[in-house]
T-cell receptor, first 117, second 114 residues
Framework: AQSVAQPEDQVNVAEGNPLTVKCTYSVSGNPYLFWYVQYPNRGLQFLLKYITGDNLVKGSYGFEAEFNKSQTSFHLKKPSALVSDSALYFCAVRDFRSGAGSYQLTFGKGTKLSVIP | NAGVTQTPKFQVLKTGQSMTLQCAQDMNHNSMYWYRQDPGMGLRLIYYSASEGTTDKGEVPNGYNVSRLNKREFSLRLESAAPSQTSVYFC?????????????FGPGTRLLVL
């Protein structure tokens, strides 16, 4: 079974400081990994994805994520946090079912990021 | 493009009532999905449709039915609502193809079952 763990329910960081939101995964084959962000009362917005290639993936709003195969991690990072980054962040892994013609994403439980002015 | 739209935005039901949540996408995507979001649980897949004319169960399908009406529309029906179905429901779509993996989400429907 595929799974994703986000070990921190909440992360607090001061504005201007670097931020990290942690994610580890478990899949049987090669992972396709995603980060989504959810602002209050809104749907999920795609931030970035890792399919193959460079381990450092750059995404929207200055976010990046580092894929580490040996540690089975895909942590989300940003060099300098903004108050407007405060939101709920979800990590997700592709769960491919051969023959189904589609695939399912398995989501973590989410991490609430609060950036303090 | 409106992307993925959902109606209604908010609904209150009494136990035992039925309702249909509507979802439409204008991105010509092949695959569509229904999720529910509950506090501390993340998103859980209810049903998905790989392509027009096909549907399949996800992680939590009990108490729900779906219809892929055409390529644009994918509806979720609660035949007899229960308080355990109080949740926020999200629809998503994806263009199935080489390297195109991203799912795009609608704004959600908040459902309260009394």
């Amino acid at each position: 079974a595929q799974s994703v763990a986000q070990p921190e329910d909440q992360v607090n960081v001061a504005e201007g400081n670097p931020l990290t939101v942690k994610c580890t995964y478990s899949v049987s084959g090669n992972p396709y990994l995603f980060w989504y962000v959810q602002y209050p009362n809104r749907g999920l917005q795609f931030l970035l994805k890792y399919i193959t290639g460079d381990n450092l993936v750059k995404g929207s709003y200055g976010f990046e994520a580092e894929f580490n195969k040996s540690q089975t991690s895909f942590h989300l990072k940003k060099p300098s946090a903004l108050v407007s980054d405060s939101a709920l962040y979800f990590c997700a892994v592709r769960d491919f079912r051969s023959g189904a013609g589609s695939y399912q994403l398995t989501f973590g439980k989410g991490t609430k990021l609060s950036v303090i002015p | 493009n409106a992307g993925v739209t959902q109606t209604p935005k908010f609904q209150v039901l009494k136990t035992g009532q039925s309702m249909t949540l509507q979802c439409a996408q204008d991105m010509n995507h092949n695959s569509m999905y229904w999720y529910r979001q509950d506090p501390g649980m993340g998103l859980r897949l209810i049903y998905y449709s790989a392509s027009e004319g096909t549907t399949d169960k996800g992680e939590v399908p009990n108490g729900y039915n779906v219809s892929r009406l055409n390529k644009r529309e994918f509806s979720l029906r609660l035949e007899s609502a229960a308080p355990s179905q109080t949740s926020v429901y999200f629809c998503a779509s994806r263009l199935a193809g080489n390297g195109v993996e991203t799912q795009y989400f609608g704004p959600g429907t908040r459902l309260l079952v009394l």
